[in-house]
Structures are given as C-alpha cells and as structure tokens.
C-alpha cells in the first residue's frame, strides 16, 4: 500500500473519517440503549444498570490491555490500521445485535451485544487516537488533525440526533429509528475505515521509540510530570462532565418541568460545539494550545452558575437554558480540538526520556482515567442529591433540598470543578517552546 504525503490535507481528512460513525456509536450506547431496553423492551433497570457498569469497567480494563498490544503490534500497514479494522467488524456485528432487539431472551442478546459493543470500540478507538497523535509531530499540524476529527464526529453526532426528526419517523427513537440507524452505522464505519486505510498514512515510524515493556510504562506513569498534569486535570474535568451529564435530564424534567425540550437543548449543545470548531481552531494559532482549552473550560463551567437563578414557570426560561447550555457547548468544543493533540505532545516527550514508543499506552490510560471519572461523577451526583434531600420523582422538595440538593451539585460543583482544571492546563509545563525543543531531538535520533 503506498504512503501518502504525512502532511497532506487529504491524509488527515481521510484519517478523521472514521470519527463519525464513532460519535454515532457514542451517542446511541450512551444516551438511548439502556433507556429504550427499559421502556420499550421491558428489562429491569437493575439488570440494565448492572450490565452498563460492568461493561463500562470491562471496556476501562480492556483500554489498557489493547493500547499494549496496539503499541507492540507489527505489520505492513502499521500497528494502528489492523486494529481498527478489526474493531469496525467487531462494532458493526454488535450494532446489528443491539439496535434489533428480539422478544426471545433479551437479557442475554443486551448484556452479550453491549459487551461486544464496548469490546470492538476499545479495539478499533484507542489504537485510532494514537494513530492520529502519529501522523505528525508538528505542533500545530496536530491542531489540524485533531479539528477535523472533531468536524466529522460533530458530524455524525448530528446525524444520529436528527435521524428520528426525519418525517417519515416517529420524532423518537423507536425499533424503526433504531434499525435504519444500525444501516446507517454499518455502511458509514465500514465506508470511513476503508477510506482511512488506503488513504491515510500509517504515522510516523520512528526508530527512536523502540518497542513498549511494561517496566517501561510504568516508569512513564511515575515520572512523566506533564502526563500527571493531564492525568489531574481529567480527573477534575471528568467528574465536572459526569455530573453534568447525569443530571441534565433531572433538571430540565424533573426541576424546570420542561418536558419534550431536553432532545432540542441537546441537539442544539451539540450544533454549538460544532459551530466553534473554526473559531477555537483559529484561537489556537494565537494562544498555546493549553491555554486555549483552559479558557474554554472556564467559559464553560461559568455559564452553569447563572442557571441557579431558573424556576418552574419562569418566563424565557426555555431560552434562557437553551441560550446558556448553547454557549457552554460553543466554550467545550476546544476539548475536542486540544485534548488529544495535546496528549501527543505529551507523547513525544515521554519518548524522549525512555526511548519507547507508548504512543496507544498512553492514550488508554487517558481513557481509562475519562471514562471512571465520568462514571464516578454520574453516580457521586445522585449520591449528593440524596445526602443534601432532593429527590428526582418528588413533587415536594423542599427549598432547602432544591438550592443545595440540586442546584448546588448541578450548576456549582462542577464550576468549582472546571476552575480546577482550567487552572492546572494555564499552568501546564509542556508549552510550544519546549517541545519545538523535543520535536528537533526526536528528529535528530530518527536520522
């Protein structure tokens, strides 16, 4: 297979293909599978809450076991396209399973089809980060590969949220929008992987990152200091996001009684992030990249604040939130950009100290360390609603419980918790200088 240009344009378009699909997966496992197999298939939420951890932790363990084997793999196509191949077939099998749900022993097919879901995502994902981290050690042509990732999974998020809007659908995600979605998913991943295959480069192959050992990555979690600034910060970000994500749902249905809205305020969050795409691609030709994802984790957790101030009723609440949540979609569409381009940088400069290429290592222990601080924030949330007294399916909440049960965590927390974070990326000590610095040594080693 011939190599095309590394730093040609049609390169890193073809290599972001693949992020669609990604985000239609996403969304779909996430937000409607566990909900449509309690109320439209009839499983018990237990069961279903019982599957969706264990398979979050099965898919948190497995991050780091593929990102070994990824960063060891050898072959003529390099050690990245193998394994999304082989994560496209996996996904596209257990997509077929889950979106057709079948009236006979739908426990097994659900619990079989999302592990095999999560199984086949982690395969063809995490070596897929690194791969893009690879394409070129340049600073800000990481920016550009990291934006049109971000374009094409803005994409597929949009399609999938707008596919039961379609006039010949119900308006919500039914067994029909369900089964035309997991076409759909089908052809677009196989279609964008094949694409990113032929028409993408392998990355760069570097002779001065020698194969991975455990005792080498080991080594790289106890002393790389940018990456344990990564590491804190997501720890932050994540529980920030978790909260968010878990109680959105509560507040605009349960609180500011607005049913039917939350589909709309969701699409339009995600049409935001899109629509900042170019302006935040442009910001980081100005600022340093981290300094950049700093100030959108800022703007973010300030617009949550303000929404305290909503009651059930009010007038313009509607649009206030949309408004808000809206302009807080536009400030977090940097993360898509920076953050996994910034993890490359970190990426070169950990295989300048040890000599070792833990390119997918590294991008499964950023993984690992988003997705249980995801999930630890979803279910702290609901522990503090309990402990302050606010209780979702009351209609008599105190409005003791409401300000510090509700508000507080919801609208507060998490602004406390971005602050955070965005104090610690100003702060970052990996800056554009620096690993100018490290790029040339690098490049010196490879000859």
């Known amino acids: 297979m011939s190599e095309p240009n590394r730093n040609s344009f049609k390169g890193f378009v073809a290599y972001a293909a693949p992020g669609a699909p990604e985000a239609m997966i996403l969304y779909c496992a996430a937000m409607v599978i566990p909900g449509f197999f309690t109320t439209e298939i009839g499983l018990s939420a237990a069961f279903v809450g019982i599957v969706y951890t264990i398979s979050r932790l099965f898919d948190a363990v497995t991050d780091i076991g593929i990102g070994y084997l990824s960063d060891r793999t050898k072959s003529p196509i390099g050690p990245r396209k193998p394994w999304l191949i082989a994560g496209t077939v996996v996904s596209v099998i257990a997509v077929f399973y889950l979106y057709n749900p079948s009236d006979s022993n739908p426990e097994f097919r659900y619990a079989a089809s999302t592990f095999a879901l999560y199984l086949g995502w982690t395969m063809a994902i995490v070596p897929y980060d690194a791969w893009g981290a690879e394409l070129s050690r340049d600073y800000m042509d990481r920016n550009r590969i990291f934006t049109l990732r971000a374009i094409a999974y803005y994409i597929g998020s949009m399609i999938f949220l707008a596919m039961p809007m379609l006039p010949w659908f119900s308006g919500d995600f039914d067994r029909e929008v369900l089964r035309y979605s997991a076409w759909l998913v089908a052809i677009m991943f196989i279609g964008a992987t094949t694409i990113a295959v032929f028409l993408a480069p392998q990355g760069r192959a570097s002779r001065s990152g020698q194969a991975p050992t455990l005792k080498g990555i080991l080594k790289t979690l106890l002393s790389n200091r940018p990456l344990q600034y990564y590491v804190v910060m997501f720890l932050l970000g994540g529980l920030s996001l978790g909260i968010t994500l878990a109680?959105?749902?509560?507040?605009?249905?349960?609180?500011?009684?607005?049913?039917?809205?939350?589909?709309?305020?969701?699409?339009?969050?995600?049409?935001?992030?899109?629509?900042?795409?170019?302006?935040?691609?442009?910001?980081?030709?100005k600022v340093q990249k981290h300094k950049a994802w700093a100030i959108g984790l800022l703007i973010h957790g300030v617009c949550y604040p303000p929404l305290a101030f909503l009651t059930p009723g009010a007038a313009g609440a509607f649009w206030i939130l949309l408004g808000l949540t809206s302009f807080s979609g536009f400030a977090y569409s940097v993360t898509n950009i920076v953050s996994k381009s910034l993890l490359g940088d970190i990426i070169d400069y950990d295989q300048l100290e040890t000599g070792e290429n833990h390119s997918a290592s590294i991008f499964a222990v950023s993984a690992l360390v988003q997705k249980l601080t995801v999930a630890l924030g979803g279910g702290l949330s609901f522990l503090m609603l309990a402990w302050l007294g606010y209780e979702p399916s009351s209609a008599n909440n105190s409005a003791t419980s409401i300000l510090f049960g509700l508000k507080f965590t919801y609208l507060i927390l998490p602004f406390f918790l971005s602050t955070a974070a965005a104090y610690l990326l100003w702060r970052f000590p990996l800056n554009q200088a620096r690993h100018e610095e490290i790029k040339r040594k690098l490049d010196a080693l490879d000859g």
């Open 247 to 285: 109680l959105s749902y509560v507040y605009v249905n349960a609180y500011l009684k607005l049913e039917g809205k939350f589909a709309s305020i969701l699409f339009f969050y995600v049409l935001a992030n899109f629509i900042a795409i170019p302006f935040w691609f442009l910001v980081t030709r």
